[in-house]
């Protein structure tokens, strides 16, 4: 018992400080993020989506990090822009139509660490649902959108905090 309250004492009287994060974010050194609009590049391009890519990005950041959010440039920063939004046929029934359908969003993201550059990256990302082709796009563009946005923002986030 004495030993550890010894070692208490003695953390505690060198100012040692031990941060936990139940996301698995690595944000040291760091204290602000910036996160620029995500513009819409894709050749159909969806209203809407950049906004909401964008707020899904500062959402995460808030949810998982401590850090602060600022317009222009923080010491961690993310722009990009939605080069993909398309739907192509997937698999063919014997009867030679489509049987399911792919809906693609694909964005390409520039994270800059301007504390830590090794971690600082430029990749796309590109993530996809499949939906039965008796159903309209239109009937499922929704669901599917924001299915593919989460997986897209937690990709877009691991890379840059979990560093994965």
Not at 8 to 21: E, K, N, R
């Amino acid at each position: 018992m004495v030993p550890a309250l010894v070692v208490t004492v003695f953390l505690s009287a060198g100012g040692c400080h031990i941060t936990y994060s139940f996301s698995g974010a690595s944000t040291e050194g760091l204290g602000t993020v910036s996160i620029q609009y995500f513009q819409n590049r894709a050749d159909l391009v969806q209203p809407g989506l950049s906004q909401y890519i964008t707020d899904a990005l500062i959402d995460k950041c808030k949810a998982q990090t401590n850090l602060g959010i600022v317009n222009g440039m923080g010491d961690a920063d993310f722009e990009g822009e939605i080069t993909g939004y398309s739907t192509v046929p997937l698999t063919v029934s014997a009867d030679a139509q489509a049987a399911s359908n792919r809906f693609t969003i694909t964005v390409r993201v520039k994270f800059t660490n301007s504390v830590d550059t090794q971690y600082s990256y430029e990749q796309s990302f590109s993530r996809y649902e499949d939906y039965p082709s008796e159903r309209d796009l239109s009937a499922v563009e929704k669901e599917l959108s924001n299915k593919i946005v989460e997986l897209l923002v937690e990709d877009i986030f691991n890379k840059a905090f979990v560093n994965w």
